[in-house]
């Protein structure tokens, strides 16, 4: 049987699609091809809205979500055409979906998770099983449903003979601790926001939706009195089990700490937010790993040359290096977590950790829509 999967993922930075064709045979992860596709402009700009309550909502998500499925289905494409597979080669997609709502155990206890998707579109339009749904499972074991990607990356990175974390810089930011140690538990959670400050307040300002290489904010200087504010914001100090998203850190949340900031130049609260990010998640590893030598880096801050640097300023003990060093390129790491995420659904295998989500135990996580 193939051992060839797809996977899809479009994160909370809403910068488009990342996709690989990856390759399990026998046990080893390589990646045979990658995919990226930006978001045209008008289904960005909706996939934002949808994060806040809104006139119309139910029909505007499901709009939303065949469009979704349509730029999945191009980047698919792409993939088979560039790689020169057929679609009956693979054995599954997995397609994370666009998450517009994350409220675990809230409001009722269970609270939810909302990825907006059509798998049932995407199989269609692809000829090949979809794996979606990936978090509710989590959330339904009283977990939260983040982060999913900590079993892969010690799939992928975690053979080594010290103590590593992979860092995972999208919209926000999330953690894996790696022991070496025998029976040492995996751990895995949220640090707060990622990009999706700076790219809100980068595209207000300037009009383009990312800060490139994060010279804006290597332009400002970091205003301490903003910095502490921000950094008083309860998340940071909540212990893990812990996971985050747009219904925190997002325009509302920025514009109520900077009512007091309004005469700082913009690109000094560019390069306050970027410390934020650098401040936060280095205060998670050295409260979590103190003993850590070895951060690696993915997503997009990992492009981020500004964003490195204060992170390896924060962390001098700490070697500070893209995942690129270690194989897989910062904007393949996700997609290929969710490629092996499909693959874990269709053997029927658990993938999720109850010591990084909280939930009752582990689960087979995602909903699969045969073509």
Same mark, same amino acid.
């Given at each position: 049987?193939?051992?060839?999967?797809?996977?899809?993922?479009?994160?909370?930075?809403?910068?488009?699609? @990342?996709?690989?064709?990856?390759?399990?045979?026998?046990?080893?992860?390589?990646?045979?091809?990658?995919?990226?596709?930006?978001?045209?402009?008008?289904?960005?700009?909706?996939?934002?809205?949808?994060?806040?309550?809104?006139? @119309?909502?139910?029909?505007?998500?499901?709009?939303?979500? %065949?469009?979704?499925?349509?730029?999945?289905?191009?980047?698919?494409?792409?993939?088979?055409?560039?790689?020169?597979?057929?679609?009956?080669?693979?054995?599954?997609?997995?397609?994370?979906?666009?998450?517009?709502?994350?409220?675990?155990?809230?409001?009722?206890?269970?609270?939810?998770?909302?990825?907006? %998707?059509?798998?049932?579109?995407?199989?269609?339009?692809?000829?090949?099983?979809?794996?979606?749904?990936?978090?509710?499972?989590?959330?339904?074991?009283?977990?939260?449903?983040?982060?999913?990607?900590?079993?892969?990356?010690?799939?992928?990175?975690?053979?080594?003979?010290?103590?590593?974390?992979?860092?995972?810089?999208?919209?926000?930011? %999330?953690?894996?601790?790696?022991?070496?140690?025998?029976?040492?538990?995996?751990?895995?959670?949220?640090?707060?926001?990622?990009?999706?400050?700076?790219?809100? =307040?980068?595209?207000?300002?300037?009009?383009?939706?990312? @800060?490139?290489?994060?010279? =804006?904010?290597?332009?400002?200087?970091?205003?301490?009195?903003?910095?502490?504010?921000?950094?008083?914001?309860?998340?940071?100090?909540?212990?893990?089990?812990?996971?985050?998203?747009?219904?925190?850190?997002?325009?509302?949340?920025?514009?109520?700490?900077?009512?007091?900031?309004?005469?700082?130049?913009?690109? @000094?609260?560019?390069?306050?937010?970027?410390?934020?990010?650098?401040?936060?998640?280095?205060?998670?590893?050295?409260?979590?790993?103190?003993?850590?030598?070895?951060?690696?880096?993915? !997503? !997009?801050?990992?492009? %981020?040359?500004?964003?490195?640097?204060?992170?390896?300023?924060?962390?001098?003990?700490?070697?500070?290096?893209?995942?690129?060093?270690?194989?897989?390129?910062?904007?393949?790491?996700?997609?290929?977590?969710?490629?092996?995420?499909?693959?874990?659904?269709?053997?029927?295998?658990?993938?999720?950790?109850?010591?990084?989500?909280?939930?009752?135990?582990?689960?087979?996580?995602?909903?699969?829509?045969?073509?």
């Amino acid at each position: 049987m193939s051992e060839l999967y797809i996977g899809l993922m479009s994160g909370t930075s809403l910068d488009g699609v @990342d996709g690989v064709l990856a390759d399990f045979t026998a046990g080893q992860m390589r990646v045979l091809q990658h995919c990226s596709a930006p978001f045209p402009p008008e289904l960005r700009a909706e996939l934002l809205a949808l994060n806040s309550s809104g006139s @119309d909502e139910l029909h505007r998500a499901a709009l939303a979500g %065949n469009a979704l499925a349509h730029s999945y289905a191009g980047v698919v494409q792409a993939l088979l055409s560039s790689s020169h597979t057929a679609p009956t080669a693979v054995r599954a997609i997995g397609a994370h979906g666009q998450t517009v709502r994350h409220r675990p155990q809230e409001f009722d206890g269970t609270g939810y998770t909302l990825q907006l %998707n059509q798998p049932a579109l995407l199989a269609e339009l692809c000829g090949i099983d979809v794996v979606a749904d990936f978090r509710s499972r989590d959330v339904a074991a009283g977990g939260q449903g983040a982060p999913l990607v900590p079993p892969f990356h010690h799939a992928f990175f975690g053979q080594a003979e010290t103590t590593l974390a992979v860092l995972n810089i999208g919209g926000i930011s %999330n953690i894996t601790i790696l022991d070496p140690a025998p029976n040492t538990p995996v751990l895995g959670f949220d640090c707060g926001p990622g990009n999706a400050l700076m790219d809100g =307040w980068c595209h207000h300002h300037t009009g383009q939706t990312y @800060d490139d290489a994060g010279q =804006w904010a290597a332009s400002g200087q970091i205003n301490q009195p903003l910095l502490t504010t921000l950094l008083s914001e309860p998340f940071f100090a909540k212990p893990p089990p812990k996971s985050t998203g747009r219904d925190l850190f997002n325009a509302p949340w920025l514009a109520q700490h900077l009512h007091l900031f309004a005469a700082l130049p913009p690109q @000094d609260v560019q390069a306050t937010l970027a410390e934020l990010t650098a401040q936060s998640c280095a205060q998670a590893l050295r409260t979590m790993a103190p003993a850590c030598r070895v951060l690696i880096v993915c !997503g !997009g801050g990992a492009l %981020n040359t500004h964003l490195m640097q204060r992170l390896a300023h924060h962390l001098p003990d700490c070697q500070v290096q893209s995942s690129d060093v270690r194989g897989l390129p910062p904007l393949q790491v996700e997609a290929t977590a969710f490629a092996w995420l499909a693959q874990q659904a269709c053997l029927r295998q658990t993938a999720s950790l109850p010591k990084v989500t909280g939930a009752q135990g582990a689960r087979i996580l995602g909903a699969i829509y045969p073509a």
